[in-house]
């Protein structure tokens, strides 16, 4: 069994904590928190699991790192606080840990990340013999194995598009929802996450992953964007009301060019309420969706919906990115030490997985 840490009890978090218990390679060893409240509650309670695991959260970071753990699920945000992220990881890293995080999107493709992230963690694998593997689901398999899956079904191909469709009044972080995407804010404000070049730092690399494995060079990326107010106000159930005339749904597509055409697109249509921006597209059922669409011959979509925690879509979300990054885990113990991508590491049966229900 391979002890393993999960950092950060968040929305990320709790799922990880339920991914390692349930995976027959791993030990829940510990938890870390940053919150004091959560300091020496049972994991069990902090994932929702209705049952204890006898593991108590703990707030010593250096004394966790310190007992040698074999791996690490970063589950800490670094949306709004990236260095304060890499620091963690690279000390991790550097700990002998396998580290396999959501958190740094910028090292989703390695190979064209920015020095300043790259080579601190290339430095903590040579120092302590650690590895690093950086997913989600979009930026995620959404947008790397999903896609290259599907094209392998076509005769021909013409072009790629990935949606994320969702409703984010579902999505319990108020901080990324309000102050990074925007959502609830005067139309003249300007979301962090929208921001030029910001949308092409966070999900271009998956289009060059895409580029990679389909055996094309990009001539550039590009982004489109459109905004639309609320035109009445609404209320939602976690984070309060939203007022008309505010930003009530976003539109942005970052697409991978060759011969001056975008042959691999990553699209968002982001809504706060699903009658802001009706003429966008809509997921089947009005919740959430991830979908994969083969322009060429046959045409072919595919539309993934997965949903937890009472049915919440963005937490099914975060449960299958939690997936991917957990079921890693034990091959990337049996890897050399490295900085992988999701083109390096395979996603895998569920090998001894079906029909468990409880350890």
């Known amino acids: 069994m391979i002890p393993t840490v999960v950092w ?130 979009d930026p995620g398999w959404g947008n790397d194995v999903l896609p290259l899956l599907v094209s392998g079904l076509g005769s021909r191909v013409e072009a790629i598009r990935c949606q994320e469709i969702f409703d984010y009044s579902t999505y319990e972080q108020e901080e990324s929802v309000r102050l990074l995407v925007g959502m609830g804010q005067p139309m003249e404000y300007e979301p962090p996450m929208l921001l030029p070049s910001v949308p092409t730092m966070v999900w271009g690399g998956q289009l060059r992953l895409m580029a990679r494995a389909l055996g094309v060079e990009l001539d550039e990326i590009r982004e489109t964007l459109d905004r639309r107010p609320l035109e009445a106000t609404v209320r939602t159930r976690t984070m309060g009301e939203f007022a008309a005339g505010t930003q009530g749904a976003v539109r942005f597509e970052v697409q991978g060019i060759v011969g001056g055409e975008p042959v691999l697109v990553i699209e968002h249509v982001t809504r706060i309420h699903p009658d802001c921006a009706p003429d966008w597209p809509v997921p089947p059922d009005g919740s959430g969706a991830h979908r994969v669409i083969v322009e060429g011959r046959p045409r072919i979509e595919v539309t993934v919906e997965a949903s937890d925690e009472g049915e919440n879509r963005s937490a099914g979300g975060n449960a299958t990115a939690v997936g991917r990054l957990v079921g890693a885990i034990d091959w990337l113990v049996e890897a050399e030490p490295g900085l992988y991508d999701a083109l390096d590491v395979p996603l895998r049966p569920a090998v001894g997985k079906l029909g468990r229900r409880t350890r």
């Open 8 to 137: 950060g009890t968040g929305n990320v978090g709790r799922a990880a904590i339920r991914a390692v218990d349930a995976h027959p390679a791993l030990a829940l060893s510990a938890v870390l928190v940053a919150n004091p409240a959560k300091v020496g509650r049972d994991a069990g309670e902090l994932a929702g699991l209705g049952r204890a695991l006898g593991v108590a959260a703990r707030d010593d970071v250096a004394a966790v790192l310190d007992e040698g753990p074999g791996a690490v699920v970063y589950a800490a945000s670094g949306d709004l606080r990236p260095d304060e992220a890499l620091s963690d990881v690279v000390r991790a890293v550097r700990a002998g840990a396998v580290v396999v995080t959501p958190s740094l999107y910028p090292l989703y493709d390695h190979r064209g990340a920015p020095p300043e992230f790259r080579d601190p963690v290339l430095a903590a694998v040579k120092e302590g013999g650690g590895s690093l593997f950086a997913s989600g689901v």
